[in-house]
């Protein structure tokens, strides 16, 4: 096993035995570790709203007068979403510990290891190295705002549980739909895709839409088409199909894509990026095409091993807008949600803080940024150690006056359309307009550029303080 430099490690530990969690407190301590002991899911949830957790060990059985219960792993699935997990339990008999350990056809895995109370604790020293290895911040990057995350950044990757839904309907063969603002995190989401090992029984291929930008149909399918066999002959070293030239050329081209994925035993996943970035040539055939190759999968059964995940900031209504034909709904749509606390308290782990300063600073950031993973990441980026939460508001503030790649085309989208930008001054000034973007063409277009929400009774505000600030000072939206 290498070693680890283990300075500033977090580790929570969960069992509700107390012999138990002195034992761990002392034999991880004389490691250098830094270890906080929970007995309830209660402790645990506070300790981990307080400090920035780098490991959780949880025992299963919480509650010893119930022989069935499960709390621990319950407790592991929903918790900490973006914090390694290890099982250590007394009861090994249990099969579903076993089966949080790995990913299945259709999840994420739970833990990334299993160790038993009987094994003894070197086993559990040894796994709490195993998952620590690697994660010194201080050889990363650490955060990186503007421009999508790849494989060079994965060490500071964040998943949220879009990850595991997406990679859930994969492999269920689900078409996907990412419709989200500009810098939500959508690209940085395919690219894990293509790296993760969940999906090593698939080839994914990617296109970033708003390269193929031309008016003539022939020539955009011919583009698309080509940067396809590029990335088939590249993983697969086959010389691929035919470049087409329309809609129809388009659904036979899919066909022997799909046919080289029966041949190789692949399922193959086409991620389209930036829909929505720039006009496709005769978009509703080509989206039309895309929906029949769905639907026709029991006739034509060679498409079972083709499926296709589209992102951007788009309406998903507008795929196919004809009245006379079906619309697009073949897919299922995944949000991808702001940084929770958890989140953002892991994210700021690069930043050496007491545990109480970080708790507050770490607050003040979700009070300016509401978890936007661009602002969160470039708030993160400017603060350091010696930071405060006043330190946090005079960042956001000069972040405000100074943002050139997120903000500005914020503004300008509000201020090109005066309904929006009336639209949201009465939102700011109280008027109550219920968040429905579904069946409110407005609130529809407010939400995909990102800047309005639901509050808790169910009606539009401004998502976050660093906008309102940006629209108030800015002057584009007055109080009346």
């Known amino acids: 096993m290498s070693q680890i430099n283990v300075m500033n490690y977090n580790i929570l530990f969960l069992d509700d035995n107390v012999d138990y969690g002195e034992l761990i407190l002392a034999v991880l301590g004389e490691r250098g570790y830094s270890v906080h002991v929970a007995t309830t899911l209660s402790q645990a949830v506070h300790i981990l709203s307080s400090q920035a957790i780098d490991l959780i060990i949880t025992d299963v059985r919480l509650k010893e007068d119930l022989p069935e219960d499960q709390s621990g792993i319950e407790f592991a699935k929903t918790v900490g979403r973006t914090i390694p997990k290890i099982i250590y339990t007394a009861y090994p008999q249990y099969t579903s510990i076993r089966e949080v350990l790995s990913a299945s056809n259709n999840s994420l895995p739970i833990a990334i290891d299993y160790v038993t109370k009987q094994a003894g604790l070197e086993e559990l020293v040894q796994a709490v190295e195993a998952a620590l290895s690697g994660r010194d911040f201080g050889l990363v990057s650490e955060f990186k705002a503007g421009g999508a995350l790849t494989s060079e950044d994965a060490a500071i990757y964040t998943p949220r549980d879009a990850e595991q839904k997406v990679v859930t309907y994969l492999k269920q063969n689900h078409y996907i739909l990412i419709v989200e603002p500009r810098q939500q995190g959508k690209t940085s989401l395919i690219n894990f895709l293509r790296r993760t090992k969940l999906l090593d029984d698939s080839l994914v291929l990617s296109i970033d839409i708003s390269s193929l930008s031309t008016d003539i149909e022939k020539q955009w399918y011919q583009k698309l088409c080509f940067l396809l066999n590029r990335q088939l002959q590249f993983a697969l070293s086959k010389t691929t199909v035919h470049l087409p030239e329309d809609s129809f050329g388009w659904r036979e081209y899919l066909f022997e894509v799909a046919g080289l994925g029966n041949e190789l035993g692949k399922q193959i996943i086409i991620t389209f990026d930036e829909i929505g970035s720039v006009d496709i040539p005769n978009s509703e055939r080509f989206f039309t095409v895309l929906r029949d190759v769905h639907n026709a999968r029991d006739a034509e059964t060679e498409f079972n091993s083709l499926t296709f995940l589209l992102a951007g900031s788009f309406h998903p209504k507008n795929l196919i807008n004809n009245e006379r034909i079906s619309p697009f709904n073949v897919a299922q749509r995944v949000r991808l949600r702001d940084f929770d606390l958890a989140e953002i308290t892991h994210l700021s782990r690069p930043i050496l803080l007491a545990d109480e300063r970080r708790r507050e600073i770490v607050e003040r950031v979700f009070n300016w940024t509401h978890g936007q ?58 008027e109550t307009i219920w968040f429905s973007p579904n069946t409110n063409p407005i609130v529809e277009d407010l939400e995909l550029i990102g800047v309005i929400c639901s509050d808790e009774n169910g009606n539009c505000k401004i998502k976050n303080r660093i906008y309102q600030t940006l629209f108030v000072r800015g002057g584009i939206i007055k109080s009346v």
């Open 373 to 430: 993973p661009y602002l969160t990441h470039k708030l993160l980026s400017l603060l350091d150690r010696f930071s405060t939460a006043t330190t946090v508001d005079e960042v956001a503030l000069s972040l405000i006056r100074d943002d050139e790649n997120h903000l500005p085309s914020i503004v300008k989208r509000i201020t090109d359309s005066k309904i929006l930008h009336s639209s949201l001054s009465k939102i700011y000034n109280g």
